[in-house]
């Protein structure tokens, strides 16, 4: 079984920075796509950012140009730098792990809230 967690969350102010940090554990395998997704209440868990395995990276356009998402697939870590931080940024934030390719496998993390506020 693949742990997934998530660290980072927390109150920031509008036009601030943050970053959140995931690491998966217990198997052998790299994964093939990691990433970020993230959910408010009564709404979808949409897609934040992505990394593969050869380091292609997804964005949604509505943090392009403010969110980067970096990944070490060697040691299944994945870390997002948020900047420039819009009250609509708050959300609670998943870490996702996958693997398409040979074993596969889809994991998720109990997500970390981020909380943009005055």
């Known amino acids: 079984q693949v742990q997934v967690v998530e660290s980072g969350g927390g109150l920031v102010q509008p036009g601030g920075s943050l970053t959140l940090s995931c690491s998966a554990s217990?198997?052998?395998?790299?994964?093939?796509?990691m990433g970020w997704y993230r959910q408010t209440p009564g709404k979808e868990r949409d897609l934040v950012a992505t990394i593969t395995d050869r380091g292609g990276r997804t964005y949604a356009d509505s943090v392009k140009g403010r969110f980067t998402i970096s990944g070490n697939n060697a040691k299944n870590t994945v870390s997002l730098q948020m900047n420039s931080l819009e009250p609509e940024d708050t959300a609670v934030y998943y870490c996702?792990?996958?693997?398409?390719?040979?074993?596969?496998?889809?994991?998720w993390g109990k997500g970390t809230l981020v909380t943009v506020s005055e």
């Open positions: 217990g198997t052998i395998f790299k994964f093939d796509v």
């Open positions: 996702n792990w996958k693997r398409v390719r040979g074993w596969q496998g889809n994991y």
